[in-house]
Nanobody
Framework: VQLQASGGGLVQAGGSLRLSCAAS????????MGWFRQAPGLEREFVAS????????YYADFVKGLFTISRDDAKNTVYLQMNSLTPEDTAVYYC???????????????WGRGTQVTVSS
């Protein structure tokens, strides 16, 4: 499975971004897809994940209803809609895939390269 994340950029505080992660090489519907982020000097942390057919969705506590993960298996793509962004959301965002649960980076089997999100104050 190859994962390609996109959609990052520079946004002002309070703004929104939608990240996309396109999967290729294997039907993404067989995998749990998720997003992680890593800020400079910090460990990579879980953001959200979604099982195939969107049956189960998990969010990190800090998401607080401001981020929404979704997937389109017909397009082999997973999305992360991020609203009300703050400077604390600045990080490189990575998409990941796992054949099972995906709420911790050690469970990921495949990683995308990451896309930079910068939120200015």
């Amino acid at each position: 499975v190859q994962l390609q994340a996109s959609g990052g950029g520079l946004v002002q505080a309070g703004g929104s971004l939608r990240l996309s992660c396109a999967a290729s090489g294997s039907p993404s519907s067989f995998y749990v897809m998720g997003w992680f982020r890593q800020a400079p000097g910090l460990e990579r942390e879980f953001v959200a994940s979604i099982t195939w057919n969107a049956r189960n969705i998990y969010y990190a506590d800090f998401v607080k209803g401001l981020f929404t993960i979704s997937r389109d298996d017909a397009k082999n793509t997973v999305y992360l809609q991020m609203n009300s962004l703050t400077p604390e959301d600045t990080a490189v965002y990575y998409c990941a895939a796992s054949p099972g649960i995906l709420t911790n980076s050690r469970f990921a089997k495949y990683w995308g390269r990451g896309t930079q999100v910068t939120v200015s104050s």
